[in-house]
T-cell receptor, first 114, second 113 residues
Framework: DSGVTQTPKHLITATGQRVTLRCSPRSGDLSVYWYQQSLDQGLQFLIQYYNGEERAKGNILERFSAQQFPDLHSELNLSSLELGDSALYFC?????????????FGPGTRLTVT | GQNIDQPTEMTATEGAIVQINCTYQTSGFNGLFWYQQHAGEAPTFLSYNVLDGLEEKGRFSSFLSRSKGYSYLLLKELQMKDSASYLCAVRGNYGGSQGNLIFGKGTKLSVKP
């Protein structure tokens, strides 16, 4: 158990809908990272927050957004869902904000868009 | 651009040694990580190299050559539970990225009895 929690574990929804994925980092970690993993792609970095502020952006679509709250939990919002958004979404956390610290991954949310 | 290459699949025998290679071309370099991922589960941290040379951790070792853009993960005394995907990831110095991790697509290792 990495200490990072994610909810829900599974999510099935229809195209065009909007969903919110939630992540709680390990106690003491200030950085939260979001990744998408689909069958034909590796882990794709989406976005990073550090202590409530957006720190870095990767391959995140405009239909996706995220935020980190004062208690350091984070939410990833996915809207206007398409079939291609079906994937495993992982949240990871680390102590520092420079990305070089070891990242601890949560169990993931499996999103299925039908 | 950023590119990380590793073999897609490998097979090895229980008790043997296997080496998983990773080559990278990235905009800047600030360390290389190896993660293990069992199917449908979260990646778990295995090793970190930032200087050239070999880092040993029990049955697992990782090597880095920065001049060659090359790393390998060495697994000794293979066990059936080592069947998993092994992900190579590089921390770079990309503009605005603050050195976040870029992952390769992973090498799926199958350990046979």
């Amino acid at each position: 158990d990495s200490g990072v929690t994610q909810t829900p574990k599974h999510l099935i929804t229809a195209t065009g809908q909007r969903v919110t994925l939630r992540c709680s980092p390990r106690s003491g970690d200030l950085s939260v990272y979001w990744y998408q993993q689909s069958l034909d792609q590796g882990l794709q970095f989406l976005i990073q927050y550090y202590n409530g502020e957006e720190r870095a952006k990767g391959n995140i679509l405009e239909r996706f957004s995220a935020q980190q709250f004062p208690d350091l939990h984070s939410e990833l919002n996915l809207s206007s869902l398409e079939l291609g958004d079906s994937a495993l979404y992982f949240c990871a956390s680390s102590v520092g904000g420079q990305g070089g610290y070891e990242q601890y991954f949560g169990p993931g949310t499996r999103l299925t868009v039908t | 651009g950023q590119n990380i290459d590793q073999p897609t699949e490998m097979t090895a025998t229980e008790g043997a040694i296997v080496q998983i290679n990773c080559t990278y071309q990235t905009s800047g370099f600030n360390g290389l990580f190896w993660y293990q991922q069992h199917a449908g589960e979260a990646p778990t941290f295995l090793s970190y190299n930032v200087l050239d040379g070999l880092e040993e951790k029990g049955r697992f070792s990782s090597f880095l050559s920065r001049s060659k853009g090359y790393s390998y993960l060495l697994l000794k005394e293979l066990q059936m539970k080592d069947s998993a995907s092994y992900l190579c990831a590089v921390r770079g110095n990309y503009g605005g990225s603050q050195g976040n991790l870029i992952f390769g697509k992973g090498t799926k290792l199958s350990v046979k009895p």
